[in-house]
């Protein structure tokens, strides 16, 4: 059974610190996302990687950065946290197709991140 | 660009009764189309996509999603709702070409009553 893995499933930090989420698939997959969702506002795609050492910037890059040193680990780090950065962080993976096609993602149980 | 939009951002129906939770889109060229769930406490489930075909997608859960070109819009629906069927429900779409990152709609809550 597919397997989207994340850190903690809630977290509480303060303004100002550095704060690691790690993301774990069992898949193989090459591509994997972190998005973040609040309400009204849906899943805000954060960044992704379709390859190791490989990132992309999606739609809210700011303020976060990302690490991939593994297929099967990719990382989001808010460098120095802030309360607008409360919210719900998702981590998805999917495979790579070639010619094209759509896959859809699978996704972790997300963490919910309190910056106080 | 590519994007959806769910008009409503609650939806109740009955148990027993048919459900429809809406999407339009806005997509150049052939549109590939998404529906997710996330039921409470849990993280998004795929639910179904259209990439070209039938107009008539079928998923899991006995959910179908009914894809209509003149209106752009690609409704998820379901003969006779459940009350497990109450969760958050997500339209995407790809947003660019060969990477399957998606671009999600505001979500729309389903409520099913007893």
């Known amino acids: 059974d597919v397997k989207v893995t994340q850190s903690s499933r809630y977290l509480v930090k303060r303004t100002g610190e550095k704060v690691f989420l790690e993301c774990v698939q069992d898949?193989?997959?090459?591509?994997m996302f972190w998005y973040r969702q609040d309400p009204g506002l849906g899943l805000r795609l954060i960044y992704f990687s379709y390859d190791v050492k490989m990132k992309e910037k999606g739609d809210i890059p700011e303020g976060y950065s990302v690490s991939r040193e593994k297929k099967e680990r990719f990382s989001l780090i808010l460098e120095s946290a802030s309360t607008n950065q409360t919210s719900m962080y998702l981590c998805?993976?999917?495979?790579?197709?070639?010619?094209?096609?759509?896959?859809?993602?699978?996704f972790g149980p997300g963490t919910r991140l309190t910056v106080l | 660009a590519q994007s959806v939009a769910q008009p409503e951002d609650q939806v109740n129906v009955a148990e027993g009764n048919p459900l429809t939770v809406k999407c339009t889109y806005s997509v150049s060229g052939n549109p590939y189309l998404f529906w997710y769930v996330q039921y409470p406490n849990r993280g998004l489930q795929f639910l179904l996509k259209?990439?070209?075909?039938?107009?008539l997608v079928k998923g899991s859960y006995g959910f179908e999603a009914e894809f209509n070109k003149s209106q752009t819009s690609f409704h998820l629906k379901k003969p006779s709702a459940l009350v497990s069927d109450s969760a958050l429900y997500f339209c995407a779409v790809p947003p660019r070409g060969g990477n399957n990152d998606m671009r999600f709609g505001a979500g729309t809550r389903l409520t099913v009553k007893p």
């Open positions: 259209y990439i070209t075909g039938d107009n």
């Open positions: 898949m193989d997959h090459e591509n």
């Open positions: 998805a993976s999917s495979p790579w197709v070639a010619g094209g096609s759509y896959n859809e993602q699978f």
